[in-house]
């Protein structure tokens, strides 16, 4: 399965920003999807994740309220819509495919990875 995420850009805090990650196959809509970020000189980290069928979801505390993932299987696409943007939340954001649903935060866990979108907030 091959990601492409893209929708990243400069936007200032308070701003928002909807970022998608677009799938290669049918086969994605049998997959948890997941979203990471890495900031500059910091590890990779959860983002928020969704089930195959797109009803279970999950996010890290310090996007919940602000983020929401979801997914369109027609069109093998998920999403990030992030709202209320802050200077912290500036990151390289990956989306990600795990392919054995196991609706884990763990990077470690997924399968398939998108190139990175970098998304910047400026104060």
């Known amino acids: 399965v091959q990601l492409q995420a893209s929708g990243g850009g400069l936007v200032q805090a308070g701003g928002s920003l909807r970022l998608s990650c677009a799938a290669s196959e049918r086969t994605f809509s049998y997959y948890t999807m997941g979203w990471f970020r890495q900031a500059p000189g910091k590890e990779r980290e959860f983002v928020a994740a969704i089930g195959w069928n797109g009803y279970s979801t999950q996010y890290a505390d310090s996007v919940k309220g602000r983020f929401t993932i979801s997914r369109d299987s027609a069109k093998n696409t998920a999403y990030l819509q992030m709202s209320t943007l802050k200077p912290e939340d500036t990151a390289v954001y990956y989306c990600?495919?795990?392919?054995?649903?196991?609706?884990?935060?763990?990077?470690?866990?997924?399968?398939?990875w998108g190139q990175g979108t970098l998304v910047t907030v400026s104060s």
């Open positions: 990600a495919a795990d392919v054995d649903n196991t609706f884990s935060a763990n990077v470690a866990t997924y399968d398939y």
